[in-house]
């Protein structure tokens, strides 16, 4: 919490009674919002709330459609296309606009790059980005190429051209949404520095804890209006996520269900080593949800898609039902039942610009119809099954899926992984970027997939998904299983003290 | 995060005619556009012996560019086509003149059967490099054009490679000049070739393949296709079209020489992407293809018809055309 950003201090901007309609349909009513100098804002509301609606029209990449926006008091029409950044309102996007085979220098003046006798000045270039990213306490250097950075890092240069252009108002969307641990608490506090030179922030996350530990005010929207606003202080996490979803999310987490210990092992993995996971084993039994737990890093991805045929492996077993799989293949193992429903929707899990038809039926064409024939209707019904049975929804079935939210790709992307119908279900941070309501679909869609005799693999890094989830929870370090929890000892604690190496046992 | 689409999708809506694909319908305003221009251009343009003529004339690249839309969906490019026809061509006649087969019927069907195989191997050979060799397409391609049109300048030694037996040429000839019911045989197998094309783009297991690898090869990767199985095939069927192309290039002139073909790989390339194909993959349109190979044609014709351009400037119409087509699809994107 920041005292500065108290009442007295003034509003830089502000929305007035704002609508917004495209074609016809309201996505925003007449909602207020106000940022004031020096303060952390959080924005939240579920996945269609209309959040990014109002930072695109606070940011002049949309004009509302009533109501007027005031900039340091004085009603303002902010210019379109970005070029509110002269005004100092800068959006920083979940995905970065910058450009991977430039350094860390070139992006930081693209567009405005400073001359002498018409001859770049990269020496003073070089001094002046460097004096940007001592200024955030960033150790990137200066001439460092783009690709060669972490995601956190980048997002660093991002909030560094921010700066380098005098932003006084910084929009960040999801900003650790791809970001580790350690990765959102340096991003937190480059931010927290800002706050104190009098930036404002606002915050669009999901994230309830982060949002609790970074913001001064959060203002919830719902269904386009606006909610509440209210300082941070006197709300709990609890207390944000019923404004946001408007009824009591009394049961996040379905409740869990062990199976039985004599229950047929359905996945074995005996030894599976590759290039930096070294001789993993473990066994996953019907209707069991298995966890993995671990740091960014720690090679949980990398096992499983291992075990998926994604990758090959250099050495090891991996079973089902007692049937071997051979490494490397995809096909082969599908084929057995095993189905693996990557973290990265957008880039490896569906086509952006195909229908919802498309990527339902993409891993399980086979189904549609007889010697490489395919039955639209076969797979116009298998579309309707899925809408209902994953509750996808949308307003045309004909809509591309970039054009989906968040909620509603992953519930595609799981449909469309469920067509398989496969036995083992391996499940790649299940939740990512989406909002509290459809969280909480979500697990109940894997907790009754098990309880349908599935076996299920979560992986993730939210810890309380894991701990709500699982009845088991393996945990990994830089490349192994270093445990494998079981009952009582599934706790956050119990879990970072093996993530961390401060305990090891051996897999069982 | 889209929060205005989210909204758009909860709330339900009518469907407009946002729904018909401007991109789709595209060409084919263009193909109607051109028919009334030439129309009004010279009376004898719309009759029906000039545009059977023209359509039979597009033959060639129309049934080659069918081909490259596979290519092309698929995310690779293949620039070794127009060589291909010349290698392919001059294989075929001096099969034919060798004389291994007495009978004609029988030597023709051989040659026919040999034509496919080895349109089919080139292309296979520019999958192999692809995939196999990870070598860019264009790359790869520019190599094996390369190549196939140094083999053919080798095999004519410079000059042309010309069909000798009289009986096998009486045989032949019918399969470009004759008529099926009064349709020319080139225009039926343009039609031919592309439904089975679009059979196999739109209605197929395979067809979804190409348009998966081609609009994100991880995604296609993830969901268990064989993606450089998918563009191998992709290449095949583009050796194949050649062939078919072929089986109707040699009829017609009963010849080849090294200068076969010069520049049909940059014309089929025009036809697909004037059609409507995504030149970076992810969306095939075969009946566009169509289209733009006879759009291409249509213009040099109203050209030749016409007084007042050049017919030497047709070169620098079709380069016009392809940027323009460019540019409209672009801003329809931009509104839909």
């Not at chain 1, 209006?225 to 944000?240: H, N, R, Y």
């Not at chain 2, 490259?68 to 293949?78: E, M, Q």
């Not at chain 2, 069907?109 to 080139?122: D, E, K, R």
């Not at chain 2, 010069?262 to 014309?267: F, K």
Request: one cysteine or more; glycine letters at 10%.
């Amino acid at each position: 919490m920041n005292p500065d950003a108290a009442d007295g201090a003034p509003v830089v901007l502000a929305a007035r009674r704002i609508s917004k309609s495209f074609n016809g349909v309201q996505v925003l009513f007449s909602v207020n919002f106000e940022l004031r100098a020096g303060e952390i804002h959080a924005l939240m509301g579920e996945n269609g709330a209309g959040k990014s609606t109002l930072v695109k029209i606070l940011s002049g990449f949309e004009q509302p459609t009533s109501g007027e926006i005031l900039l340091d008091g004085q009603p303002a029409k902010l210019p379109p296309n970005g070029q509110a950044e002269a005004l100092g309102i800068v959006i920083i996007h979940q995905e970065f606009n910058l450009a991977e085979h430039l350094t860390v220098t070139e992006s930081l003046f693209l567009g405005r790059e400073v001359t002498r006798y018409g001859v770049l000045d990269r020496k003073f270039m070089r001094a002046e980005t460097r004096r940007v990213l001592d200024q955030l306490g960033s150790h990137v250097d200066e001439n460092a190429l783009i690709s060669s950075l972490s995601i956190a890092d980048k997002q660093m240069v991002e909030i560094a051209k921010a700066i380098s252009r005098d932003a006084r108002i910084i929009f960040m969307d999801e900003p650790t949404a791809v970001l580790s641990r350690e990765e959102t608490n340096y991003l937190f506090r480059q931010v927290r520095k800002l706050r104190e030179q009098g930036t404002s922030f606002v915050f669009v996350s999901h994230k309830l804890d982060e949002v609790m530990e970074l913001t001064d005010r959060v203002t919830v929207l719902r269904d386009g209006q606006w909610v509440k606003t209210a300082p941070t202080g006197i709300l709990d996490g609890e207390s944000i996520a019923q404004l946001m979803v408007g009824r009591e999310l009394s049961s996040l987490y379905p409740a869990k269900q062990e199976p039985s210990v004599d229950e047929e092992v359905t996945l074995a993995v005996e030894g599976l080593s590759t290039h930096y996971v070294k001789d993993a084993s473990f066994e996953v039994r019907k209707g069991e949800i298995l966890g993995f737990s671990g740091l960014i890093g720690s090679g949980r991805t990398e096992l499983m898609e291992a075990v998926a045929g994604l990758r090959a492996r250099s050495a090891g077993e991996v079973s089902v039902g007692g049937v071997g799989v051979p490494g490397g293949d995809v096909h082969a193992a599908n084929r057995v039942g095993i189905a693996y429903m990557t973290k990265d929707r957008k880039h490896k899990g569906l086509l952006l610009n195909s229908r919802m038809t498309a990527n339902l039926t993409l891993q399980s064409l086979g189904k549609h119809g007889q010697y490489g024939y395919l039955s639209p209707k076969s797979e116009a019904e298998a579309l309707e099954r899925a809408r209902r049975r994953f509750d996808i929804r949308v307003r045309d079935g004909r809509v591309v899926a970039g054009r989906m939210s968040g909620g509603n790709q992953q519930k595609l992307l799981l449909a469309k992984v469920m067509e398989t119908e496969p036995d083992v279900i391996i499940i790649d941070e299940p939740t990512r970027g989406i909002d509290v309501g459809t969280k909480q679909q979500i697990y109940h869609f894997i907790s009754a997939l098990a309880r349908d005799g599935k076996s299920i693999i979560v992986v993730s890094s939210e810890m309380p998904e894991i701990i709500g989830l699982c009845t088991r929870v393996a945990v990994m370090r830089e490349g192994r299983i270093v445990g494998i929890l079981e009952g009582e000892e599934i706790s956050e604690q119990e879990i970072m003290r093996y993530s961390a190496g401060l305990k090891k046992k051996t897999a069982a | 995060m889209t929060a205005s689409e989210d909204a758009l999708e909860t709330k339900g809506r009518g469907r407009s005619w946002r729904d018909v694909d401007l991109r789709a319908v595209a060409p084919f305003a263009a193909l109607a556009l051109l028919l009334i221009v030439g129309a009004l251009v010279n009376p004898n343009f719309i009759g029906i012996t000039n545009l059977a003529n023209v359509a039979t004339r597009s033959a060639f690249i129309a049934i080659v560019a069918v081909g490259a839309t596979f290519v092309i969906s698929s995310g690779d490019l293949d620039l070794s086509v127009g060589s291909m026809v010349a290698f392919v061509a001059s294989i075929m006649i001096l099969f034919m003149n060798s004389g291994a087969i007495a009978d004609p019927a029988l030597m023709l069907a051989a040659a026919v059967a040999l034509t496919v195989v080895i349109g089919g191997a080139c292309g296979l050979l520019n999958g192999l490099i692809t995939t196999v060799g990870k070598i860019e397409p264009f790359i790869a391609t520019l190599g094996t054009m390369g190549i196939y049109r140094g083999l053919t300048t080798w095999l004519s030694q410079g000059g042309a490679i010309t069909l000798r037996e009289p009986e096998l040429q009486a045989l032949y000839r019918p399969a470009y000049f004759g008529t099926l019911f009064g349709v020319p045989i080139p225009i039926v197998v343009i039609f031919a070739v592309t439904i089975v094309a679009a059979f196999v783009l739109y209605r197929t297991r395979y067809g979804r393949h190409v348009v998966a690898v081609g609009s994100n090869s991880d995604v296609a990767r993830y969901s268990g296709i064989p993606v450089n199985r998918v563009r191998t095939i992709a290449f095949v069927i583009q050796g194949l079209c050649v062939a078919i192309a072929v089986l109707l290039y040699v009829p017609r002139l009963g010849s080849t020489s090294a200068t076969t073909g010069i520049l049909w790989e940059l014309q089929a390339i025009t036809a697909v992407v004037v059609g409507g194909t995504a030149l970076k993959g992810g969306a095939g349109r075969v009946w566009g293809t169509i289209c733009g190979a006879f759009i291409l044609e249509l213009v040099g014709n109203i050209m030749l018809l016409s007084n007042f351009i050049s017919e030497y400037l047709i070169g620098a119409i079709q380069g016009a055309i392809i940027i323009i087509a460019m540019l409209v699809q672009r801003s329809l994107v931009r509104k839909s």
